[in-house]
């Protein structure tokens, strides 16, 4: 899953996507790259990050959303806001990714109503304050019963659960040893039976552990979790850069099953 960032102020890639011609050109590239599908956002969820206008978020995303969809790709929407979802779902989106988990008002109905799939992410708090002395007792445990309740909520709103992903929401409300616990932790939401996502890319606790300040030079680090979430049971990848974590997919994949590999070589 690359990520296309069509904001002024994401952590990592804030402005570089902000014009259409340059986030289309992204996602074309990114899927050229091996990317299975494109996730676009018009608001960014770093921590502190302000709230956009759901006008605002709409101008940023639905050109992009309408060009890559009708370019052939696979187009994921990154937004809680379920007049931001509808729209691009109705300019070609196919997926919904919701950092809230469905938690605004009216997004059960929108998933339900347009036979959408959803990522569906655990968050404790919001941008604003997660990161303000986030605590668990149990990390994993905890981040799987939300999910397992979360999923339940939109299936009886009439997503099917085949539609389902699950993402344990790295970075959102999480201290660096949470982080490391949930990736650790990963076989665990894998068995819950949904597609597990994994988003680790470039983030601050990578920086923090390997020592690497700048977030572009951390896509080495974010390739490791790709490796070691395959390992676990993660089968969705939200990645910056998608070469160097397909590349540790690829070389995953055919350690967790040499057999399989074999068979493939020969394609």
């Known amino acids: 899953m690359g990520v296309i960032n069509a904001t002024p102020d994401s952590f990592s890639d804030g402005g570089l996507h902000l014009d259409d011609a340059a986030a289309v050109a992204a996602g074309r590239a990114m899927i050229d790259q091996g990317a299975d599908l494109v996730d676009i956002g018009g608001e960014s969820t770093r921590p502190g990050a302000e709230e956009v206008p759901a006008i605002e978020e709409l101008r940023r995303v639905i050109p992009v959303v309408e060009a890559l969809a009708a370019a052939g790709a696979v187009v994921s929407i990154d937004t809680s806001k379920p007049e931001v979802a509808r729209a691009a779902l109705d300019a070609g989106a196919e997926i919904v990714n919701d950092v809230t988990a469905a938690s605004t008002p009216g997004m059960t109905d929108v998933l339900g109503e347009t036979g959408a799939g959803v990522v569906l992410m655990h968050m404790k708090g919001t941008p604003r304050t997660m990161q303000r002395e986030p605590t668990y007792d149990d990390v994993v445990g905890e981040v799987a019963t939300f999910l397992d309740a979360k999923a339940q909520l939109v299936i009886d709103a009439g997503v099917a659960p085949a539609a389902v992903a699950i993402d344990p929401g790295i970075g959102f409300g999480k201290t660096v040893t949470h982080n490391l616990e949930l990736i650790d932790g990963l076989a665990l939401l894998a068995e819950m039976g949904f597609p597990l996502v994994l988003g680790t890319s470039r983030k601050a606790f990578l920086g923090r552990v390997a020592r690497i300040e700048d977030p572009a030079r951390?896509?080495?680090?974010?390739?490791?979790?790709?490796?070691?979430?395959?390992?676990?049971?993660?089968?969705?990848?939200?990645?910056h850069n998608v070469v160097s974590s397909r590349a540790a997919l690829s070389l995953a994949a055919a350690i967790v099953s040499p057999q399989q590999w074999d068979e493939w070589s020969q394609d």
């Open 218 to 239: 951390r896509d080495g680090v974010t390739a490791v979790t790709t490796a070691l979430g395959f390992e676990r049971g993660a089968r969705v990848f939200r990645v």
